[in-house]
């Protein structure tokens, strides 16, 4: 079962068997990067209060 996430704009599809080794590394890398987005601005948030 297929499980997509969004994400600081960063649509990511979980749970896809049909995919390369390629393309599940490169969703993971996108993925990661804008978790960091994420975190990033949470942290600027939080500073701010």
Known sequence: MER???L???TVV???PDISDEER???R???EE???RF?????EE???K
């Open 25 to 27: 590394a490169k969703r």
């Open 4 to 6: 997509v996430i969004e």
């Open 46 to 48: 939080m500073s701010r």
């Open 14 to 16: 979980l749970n896809t």
């Open 8 to 10: 600081e704009g960063c």
């Open 29 to 31: 890398k996108a993925f």
């Open 39 to 43: 975190l990033i601005r949470v942290e």
């Open 34 to 36: 804008a978790t960091a």
